[in-house]
């Protein structure tokens, strides 16, 4: 596959081990390491190696019940929104890779300002996040893929610190596709964004000056996350049963009901914060 941009435009070292894991993961690899989506492991081996020293020494990342993840298979992990950007995804992401066996690429919908960035959009097509739109979205999910999915959109990572572990309204397009595509719904609850990144304002102005939705706003000014504990719950897998052209209020009718499992685990994660629940009697069957 010819590349556009070399490889070593982007100087990122790579961890042996990290590559040799990058290497496990189950996608049919042609012998030049790359898949029919044109995703490069020698990419997905640095971006893990980056990821691996955020993950493992910058911030303190708890992760529960990623038994409930199937290990091979179609699967749509839908969660909340947490920070001012994408923090959450970042590590669900690195989640997947360094606590499963054999590891998982975690697949996102990227927001659709990304592709107007030349560089980062060639980029994030290397290590697997696609343009979100629905064609993406169920290609990847027939073929077996594990697709992450953030229902809330854009309005879940503005939210300001006072509202950071609240859930905005969700769309309902995750519904439809799960539905379509016969794939199993992992909730997963995000905690501690909003501490890493405590926003206190979006510049919506400057954002649409520089092309994305908004510049989250710290009280130190820029949004450079700070050290802190971050928590991700993995739910039991929910099975919806129906058709992608139920009524509206039958598909909402499903929305509640993974934003209501979404909304349990965001409580249990803070009452493990506050000393008020212990890790193991943790609900995430």
Same mark, same amino acid.
């Given at each position: ?13 790579t961890?042996?081990?990290? &590559? @040799? ?7 049919? %690899? ?17 971006? $893990? ?7 493992h020494?910058?911030f303190d990342?708890?992760?529960?019940g ?10 749509m992990?839908?969660?909340?929104h947490?920070?001012? %950007? ?8 690195a ?25 980062? &959009? %060639? ?5 697997? @996040? +696609? ?11 027939e073929?077996?893929r594990?697709?992450l999915?953030?229902?809330?959109? &854009?309005r =879940? ?7 950071? #572990? ?10 439809r596709?799960?539905? @379509? ?6 909730? +997963?609850? +995000?905690? =501690?964004?909003?501490? &890493? ?16 939705p908004y510049?989250?706003v710290?009280? %130190? ?9 971050l928590?991700?719950? $993995?739910?039991?897998p ?11 209020d ?23 914060? #506050? ?5 193991? #009697?943790?609900?995430?069957?």
């Amino acid at each position: 596959m010819r590349r556009l941009i070399p490889a070593s435009f982007i100087p990122l070292p790579t961890n042996p081990a990290v &590559a @040799q894991r990058t290497s496990r993961i189950e996608l049919p %690899w042609n012998r030049h390491g790359v898949d029919p989506y044109g995703i490069d492991q020698r990419e997905l081996a640095r971006l $893990y190696t980056l990821l691996g020293f955020f993950y493992h020494r910058y911030f303190d990342v708890k992760v529960y019940g990623t038994e409930n993840i199937p290990p091979r298979g179609r699967a749509m992990l839908v969660g909340n929104h947490s920070g001012g %950007w994408a923090l959450d995804a970042v590590m669900v992401i690195a989640s997947l890779f360094f606590e499963r066996d054999p590891p998982r690429l975690g697949q996102g919908m990227a927001e659709k300002f990304i592709q107007r960035m030349p560089f980062l &959009a %060639w980029f994030t097509s290397l290590i697997g @996040q +696609f343009l979100g739109i629905p064609e993406n979205a169920v290609r990847l999910l027939e073929d077996e893929r594990l697709l992450l999915v953030f229902p809330e959109g &854009a309005r =879940g990572t503005a939210k300001l610190y006072r509202d950071r #572990d609240s859930l905005v309204g969700f769309g309902t397009g995750f519904v439809r596709l799960a539905l @379509q595509t016969k794939s199993p719904i992992v909730p +997963f609850a +995000f905690v =501690g964004g909003g501490e &890493a990144i405590p926003t206190v304002a979006n510049l919506y102005g400057l954002g649409r000056f520089f092309g994305v939705p908004y510049i989250p706003v710290t009280p %130190w000014g820029a949004a450079i996350p700070l050290p802190v504990t971050l928590q991700i719950l $993995y739910g039991a897998p929910i099975i919806l049963e129906g058709s992608p052209d139920d009524t509206d209020d039958v598909i909402v009718g499903h929305v509640e009901r993974v934003k209501r499992r979404i909304a349990a685990l965001i409580v249990q994660a803070r009452e493990v914060r #506050d000393g008020k629940r212990r890790e193991s #009697d943790l609900e995430l069957g």
